[in-house]
């Protein structure tokens, strides 16, 4: 069974930095599979954050280009967001996702103004 385990998440003042890790455990070859950080403000729909491939092409939203980075340890089965510049836009409990099929159970992120 696979499962994915988010950490990093806390509390921070605007202009500060947080790195979240996501690692995968159980019978999944990540290497081969596209990890993606979402993210879920309250009241609202959950939305992509950034995506990298397994070729380690990266997609981000316009909202947190330029100041988030995400990146993957394939030895590890971990993928990592560096959030930078944080707004208290950026709260919202953050999701990794592993291929179509698997996430995390989410960390919560709070940019205090």
């Known amino acids: 069974q696979v499962q994915l385990v988010e950490s990093g998440g806390g509390l921070v003042q605007a202009g500060g930095s947080l790195r979240l890790s996501c690692a995968a455990s159980?019978?999944?070859?990540?290497?081969?599979?596209?990890w993606g950080w979402y993210r879920q403000a309250p009241g609202k729909r959950r939305e992509l954050v950034a995506t990298i491939t397994s070729g380690g092409s990266t997609n981000y939203a316009d909202s947190v280009k330029g100041r988030f980075t995400i990146s993957r340890d394939n030895a590890k089965d971990t993928v990592y967001l560096q959030m930078n510049s944080l707004k208290p836009e950026d709260t919202a409990v953050y999701y990794c996702k592993l291929a179509m099929d698997y996430w995390g159970k989410g960390t919560l992120v709070t940019v205090s103004p």
């Open positions: 159980g019978s999944i070859f990540s290497i081969f599979n596209t």
